[in-house]
């Protein structure tokens, strides 16, 4: 649960609106990585030539670079507002 005198401190609905996009954003890439490595992974259990994963392996290594990503940009930007807000 969260806590209700979370939403009293100042400037916190456009934050959380923004953490709540880059949490949606972060799942579709979740969902992105299962898909394309599941498919190299089927690929190469079937026997097909090496070269069918490429592409699958290649989205989903993006994918998961951008999800990283979205997690460092995440911190970064709201670090500073935690440390001045709450401590």
Known sequence: MIDSRLF?????MGRAIVIAVLMFIQA???V????FLSQAVVNLWNL???GTIVTPTLIFI???LARHLLGVFQQRTFYPFVEKNVW
Do not use: N
């Not at 009293?8 to 916190?12: E, F, H, S, T, V």
């Not at 992105?32 to 898909?35: E, G, H, L």
């Open 8 to 12: 009293k401190l100042p400037g916190i």
């Open 28 to 30: 579709i890439m979740v």
């Open 32 to 35: 992105i990585q299962a898909r």
């Open 48 to 50: 097909k030539p090496v």
């Open 62 to 64: 993006v994918s998961f």
